[in-house]
């Protein structure tokens, strides 16, 4: 059973930074596609960044560009998630997903991942 962990989320002031691990258990991670997603109340979820573990490719949401920079350790079964310079719109919940495969033009769309796992809490406050 594939199961995806996030820790990290906690509560900032506007400008600070946060670092958010996705945990992948009952499987180890060599060609896939891991994506970090938020979700604010009442908002879609969006897709932030994504990594294909077999390379190191990344890919990132315009919003987040320049401050959020996505990593993985395939020997810790990880993928990383560095936000800084946080602002009050990246408040939401985080979660981490996961696909078999390079992450395509699509990367950003829910219903091309495999597993999800239950999401970390981020507040920023200004």
């Known amino acids: 059973q594939v199961q995806l962990v996030e820790s990290g989320g906690g509560s900032v002031q506007a400008g600070e930074s946060l670092s958010l691990s996705c945990v992948v258990f009952?499987?180890?991670?060599?060609?896939?596609?891991i994506g970090w997603f938020r979700q604010a109340p009442g908002k879609e979820r969006e897709g932030v960044a994504s990594?294909?573990?077999?390379?190191?490719?990344?890919l990132y949401a315009d919003s987040v560009k320049g401050r959020f920079t996505i990593s993985h350790d395939n020997a810790k079964n990880t993928v990383y998630l560095q936000m800084n310079s946080l602002k009050p719109e990246d408040a939401a919940t985080y979660y981490c997903?996961?696909?078999?495969?390079?992450?395509?033009?699509?990367?950003?769309?829910?219903?091309?991942?495999?597993?999800w796992g239950q999401g970390t809490q981020v507040t920023v406050s200004s």
């Open positions: 009952g499987y180890t991670l060599t060609n896939e596609c």
């Open positions: 997903a996961a696909r078999y495969g390079y992450c395509s033009r699509d990367w950003r769309n829910r219903a091309v991942y495999n597993y």
């Open positions: 990594i294909y573990t077999g390379a190191g490719w990344t």
